[in-house]
């Protein structure tokens, strides 16, 4: 068997029950992060998750030291194509948007192409603009080069000509009952 010089995780099982070839899977998810996943996979149970997004049961394991979080979960439940799952922490993230996790989360969406996740991400740039605009983490994605920073300024503009529109409506609909 060829060792993996990378710090890639082997998981290996027997192909055939009657043959003694072994296939191996190699992942560059950590151990803690796999058994995550399979617990759903086999159980349908979602990991505990504290409030850092940090896995409970996962920091609990003698044998690593890794931490599981909820973007990595996502992405993991993104590949593996885990609706459920992806759903669920699509969810936690969505929770847990601030200030400070807006512009990764936001990167998180469009890398995984989660436009429900993108769309919150949006809303709530769009609600506290003040502080989100000039946060450096923000900020610094109109220096990378990816469409996320285009997609957000995009997304602004569009909820910035909706709430114009609103107010037009209910300014028109003010005027209108006044002279009633």
Known sequence: QQRN????????RSSNSNCDSKQIWTTSNSVA???VVLQFV????????DR???????NNDNDNDDAVDIPTLLSVATEYQLQVLQDHYEQELIKGL???TVASTLQLAHLHHLVTLQNKCHDFSHLHA???LVHPAI???????NDVWNDL????????????????KRKLTANLNSNH
């Open 5 to 12: 010089k990378s710090n890639n995780n082997k998981i290996s």
């Open 52 to 58: 850092d997004g940090k896995s409970i049961a996962g």
């Open 153 to 168: 300024v995009e997304g602004l503009a569009t909820r910035n000509t909706e709430q114009a529109a609103s107010n037009k």
């Open 130 to 132: 003040t502080t989100v």
């Open 98 to 100: 601030s200030v400070e």
């Open 33 to 35: 992060t796999m058994k």
């Open 139 to 145: 900020m610094a994605l109109a220096t990378q080069p």
């Open 42 to 49: 086999y159980t349908g149970q979602v990991e505990v998750m």
